[in-house]
DNA sequence: AGCTGCATGTAACCTGTTACATGATTAT
DNA sequence: ATAATCATGTAACAGGTTACATGCAGCT
């Protein structure tokens, strides 16, 4: 089994969903296309780690609501105490970054304002969803506060995260104002510069 | 061409470099293996792209090293313009996070320690690899300051991230600590929290 | 004698994306 | 009208990893 079926099983153990609403539900944990996921449940519904109801809706259409199965929950456990692999991380923005920061001043600015931006749409967007999140949990018994806290641990990460690229850009934006009145004189190549 | 591409012509714009120089280089930009690079080169030398010649060595095998062509450096000024893709990130250690944190305190603990170990590790090999440019900055001339400055940027937009990574990480190990001896009596879902 | 580093390449496989396909309901 | 949301699926393709294959030099 692939990484993303282990990420639709720590998913189901929380609650059981359709395909479709894992979709939404991995963006955090391992974002993935519909496309992807489908083929996937139904494999490992075969292989009895997951089982799946029918569910019919009024005013939509109805759905497959897969849950995990107890062998599924064996097959997580023993994964997750392995160690983790690293972290794939594949990012245009670094690159063009490398390209053009210091023989297009222009673009350059461009790109980092524009990264800026970016990273505070995805920064307010995600403190609404926490915002959600607590309403919803005002509603609910202790019980499930546990179920949602991780995601709310994720969220929080991932904001810190952006939080912390967006000063970096400022920090990159101020040099390449420098770089334009100092003539550039030999940075001194040290940390403690920021 | 693909991203890999253009990460090749943006290393090969700052100097010339053999397939197995490529792959320490890219590291940072767009990490790829070998199996994929050596392809790709030989593709897009006969597009015209790039060039190489054959450098014979001493004590060591000859190897070919790639330069940028004009239209390869055209190719690449036109990508650099258009705005970026979002960034691809796949972390299984948030699967486990997610998976453990709170049904199993132990590993959740564990899981947690190592990725701080991990962490803390990159940052100072990381740093060791600065003062390791700096020096060779120091023998440089001022010419070839700004060639190796992109490498510096985006080292320390790296560590300036894994740190702050760290520091979540003892936050979340806090949260493990306060679960245990608070019987976890609804958290408020405050980012202010933290 | 065996491991690490330098150096290049191919083949098989797995993973992930884009596009094709369908269809009902609700909001603009 | 027409776009968006809910809902599921397949097929073709692109991107990336693992494994296979070779060979020399230098170190332990």
């Given at each position: 089994m692939n990484t993303l079926g282990y990420a639709i099983l720590s998913a189901l153990d929380r609650k059981p969903c359709s395909g479709y609403q894992l979709v939404d539900y991995l963006e955090v944990l391992w974002p993935a296309k519909h496309s992807q996921i489908y083929p996937l449940l139904t494999k490992m519904e075969q292989k009895g780690l997951l089982v799946y109801k029918y569910v019919e809706q009024i005013g939509r259409p109805g759905k497959k609501v897969f849950s995990i199965t107890d062998t599924g929950k064996e097959t997580l456990d023993k994964w997750v105490v392995e160690s983790p692999t690293d972290p794939i991380i594949r990012d245009e923005f670094l690159i063009k970054m490398y390209s053009v920061w210091l023989t297009d001043e222009d673009?350059?600015?461009?790109?980092?304002?524009?990264?800026?931006?970016?990273?505070?749409?995805?920064?307010?967007?995600?403190?609404?969803?926490?915002?959600?999140?607590?309403?919803e949990q005002e509603s609910k018994g202790l019980d499930n506060v546990s179920k949602d806290f991780g995601r709310y641990i994720l969220y929080s990460r991932r904001n810190l995260l952006d939080k912390e690229e967006i000063s970096w850009c400022n920090w990159v934006l101020n040099l390449v104002k420098k770089k334009t009145s100092e003539t550039f004189d030999r940075p001194s190549f040290h940390l403690s510069e920021k």
């Open positions: 673009n350059a600015k461009k790109l980092v304002q524009d990264r800026i931006s970016i990273l505070e749409q995805k920064v307010t967007s995600r403190e609404k969803k926490i915002v959600k999140m607590e309403k």
